[in-house]
DNA sequence: TAGATTGTTAATCGATTAACAATC
DNA sequence: TAGATTGTTAATCGATTAACAATC
């Protein structure tokens, strides 16, 4: 039974299962039971077929899940069933990475933009993309009417940038400048920050020290 | 009250508080209220003092908390009063870039092997750090005393390079591949996977095709 | 058919929030 | 002192799990 409002974390669980899914279906599997697909996601069978059970009825008593099937429903689910644009602002380490990442088209993304403040940057092209002056980004990125921004600039200008891509009409920010920033209710911003997920292993280790 | 059973949703939130408060620091604040600290956080007033009394007391009522202070206790619970060594494994795009990331020093890491199975790659250096062969990976590890690793290898490659990670030593991994890996109980894995947080976000998108 | 597995409900578990006495 | 804010308890809220009828 669909339901309206789904719980953001149920939300951020889907394209875990659909990563899985993709794996599955590549190591030539066809179909899958929650019980699988939990087990290879560290998840429980039952939260899987709650989850997946707040957007239709996509299994089968007895069989389990049709892998192509359920893969189609939840591209269509997190509207990857397209391909979507994305702008990198920031071409450092980090920046030229995500421009090259191969990653990126087989689930729904190709980097459009590249932009940059280093003049001597400007004008080089990563992947056939030319990097441009970051004076021009809310110019391209309406023309291109881009959505989606990944931001890997220094701390000090995360802030500032931030408000341009709005300004510019980003809906969605994945941010790698490790700070929070702030953005009106209809932008969403996810972080990608390893040093966090570092601290968090290290908690649980035995440091000589101690 | 400090306990001894701290849930792990409270500990992955010990790192952003860390984060904030060296943020804050740096813009010369020196005292902060658990009201601040949500309001940059996004985080409410109530789950901050809670978090933090699991750990002990370290505010002062009336008014909040010091922001040094409770930086060094922070550190010392999430055991970052010290410095890490780290390996990085597959240097491609993403492995480069983490070898090269100045976001780590000042946050209890230091990335100190580098490993790759391209010929080509071996004995060249990144940030003063020589390539070594995936060959040498268990020995190095081993002598270096290494418990952390970021895991930048291909998905066919995650498995195997992961099992031999936990061979040599390593207790904590940071899987960049898009995949999820199998390890035994003891040994801890992080993920970071940037099109896993793009289709997070794309399910509040608006698309044209819809 | 018998066995397996779904979708769903109810029960449990755990996390977050509200509220306030204590106290700086 | 008066005002502010902590640490903590109890209440609320939400998420996960267990269980099972339905059914492939």
Redesign the pocket.
């Given at each position: 039974?669909p339901l309206e409002n789904i719980?953001?974390?149920?939300v951020g669980?889907l394209p875990r299962y659909l990563r899985t899914l993709t794996y599955l279906e590549s190591q030539g599997k066809t179909v899958?039971?929650?019980?699988?697909?939990g087990d290879d996601l560290g998840?429980?069978?039952?939260?899987?077929?709650?989850?997946?059970?707040?957007f239709?009825?996509?299994?089968?008593?007895?069989?389990?899940?049709d892998i192509a099937f359920l893969r189609k429903q939840l591209r269509k689910i997190l509207k990857v069933n397209r391909t979507w644009d994305v702008a990198v602002v920031g071409v450092g380490d980090i920046g030229s990475a995500l421009a090259r990442y191969q990653g990126f088209a087989h689930r729904g993304f190709q980097v459009r933009l590249l932009f940059d403040n280093n003049p001597s940057k400007i004008g080089h092209s990563i992947s056939g993309i030319t990097i441009q002056s970051i004076d021009e980004m809310e110019t391209a990125l309406k023309e291109a009417g881009i959505q989606i921004a990944m931001l890997a600039v220094p701390i000090q200008a995360a802030q500032e940038i931030t408000d341009r891509l709005v300004e510019a009409g980003v809906k969605a920010i994945l941010n790698y400048a490790p700070i929070n920033i702030s953005v009106p209710p209809h932008v969403h911003v996810q972080y990608i920050d390893p040093a966090i997920h570092l601290q968090h292993m290290t908690y649980y280790l035995e440091s000589p020290e101690d």
């Open positions: 039974m719980p953001d974390i149920v669980r899958v039971s929650s019980q699988e697909l998840i429980s069978a039952a939260q899987i077929r709650k989850d997946l059970s707040m239709g009825e996509f299994g089968k008593q007895g069989t389990g899940y």
